[in-house]
């Protein structure tokens, strides 16, 4: 081979590494629109979509540097996975704010809800992460409080943690019965919480809450959701340790098989727990809310489910960069708040709060119309 050859081939691989990279992420735009029972590879590609991204960028920034028309390829691929985009980053810099303190009469609609998955309060003795959470969500004026893992030990009671958000009136608690081999939910409210419904899920340790909030003459139905986890960061170390201390291709081969299967079996269930919730929504003669640690991006089967029969919060009426899971470099939003149309937003944020938590609370004002 000659060196016009040689330099032929160099220039060459620039060229098919941008193809290909732009061609895996123009498939994974389209993995939300396939049922984990369908496919096993497809959910994968969704998954690793942020990073994906963030390697099309750059590489379109590199071939506009060098004033090469590659760089559309990379932009072609941003383009088809607009919709992951906006899920994740809102352009609007004013959002309608509402006139006067939203949360001082129920009579006139206004809600505050949050969402949060404590991480069993760092199951500290002295309960502060609790304390500090009931501080900082009295001083957001937040009116229903949606927890997952939430739970308690025997330094640190569930009473105690009762008398903690005492100033939530109302409470739905998880009882010795419902916690049994699961994570625990709960929900606070400053108003009226009836008909609550305990869901749980085969084969599973989550679990969602359903219940009604009654705000004077209006109704809304509340979802606090904890589905499925990927289990990517409880499995990753396992998963470097069993590759570095082999170098058998057949067991480097096997251990990434079965973390592909660990997976799938996680997407499948977290499929099958959409479904029951969006049969829910779909039953539901109030307006819903639905929030909670969905551990779906969304580019996922869920995010595309949910949000084809409510709308996501932060699509109307959040603004800038929206992640909740603080690990992975801060890549990943898989904490939501959906809401019925008929319900109108006007806030949507979710504060970085290092307390027991991998994960940031998610806040929402609004309004039944």
Known sequence: MGKSEVKTLFRSIPVILTLFLGIVTIAAAFSKYYNPADS??????????????ICNFLVAICWAFAR????????????????????????????????????SNYADGYLKVATYNVGNFGDEITGYSCKEIARFMKQQEVDVLCFQEFNDNQYFPMDSIRKVFSH?????????????????IAIFS??????????????????????????????????????????VNQNRHKWERDLANT??????AEVVQGAITSLHDNFMKR?????????????SPYPVVACGDFNSLPSSYTYRKLSGILKDGFRTCGRGYMYTYRYFKRLLRIDY?????????????????????????????????
């Open 271 to 283: 499929a099958g727990q959409t479904d029951s919730i969006c049969q829910l929504i779909l039953a």
């Open 247 to 252: 170098s058998d291709t057949r067991r480097e």
């Open 68 to 103: 090469r028309r590659r760089a559309f390829v990379p932009l072609a691929a941003l383009i088809f996975n607009w919709s992951y985009i906006l899920a994740i980053f809102q352009f609007s810099l004013t959002k309608e704010i509402p006139e006067g303190h939203y949360s």
């Open 337 to 369: 708040i959906f809401h019925s149309p008929g319900i109108r937003g006007y806030r949507y944020y979710s504060p970085d709060l290092d307390l027991c938590s991998d994960h940031n609370p998610v806040l929402m004002e609004m309004k039944i119309k």
């Open 168 to 184: 939530w009136r109302y409470a739905s608690m998880p009882t010795e019965d419902t916690t049994q081999g699961v994570l625990p």
């Open 40 to 53: 096993v590879y497809m959910p994968i590609l969704g998954l690793v979509l942020p990073i994906l991204l």
């Open 190 to 231: 400053r108003y009226p919480l009836i008909n609550a419904q305990f869901i749980s899920y085969p084969q599973s340790v989550n679990c969602s809450m359903q219940c009604d909030i009654v705000l004077g003459h209006d109704t809304v139905r509340l979802l606090n959701n904890h589905l499925q986890t990927t289990s």
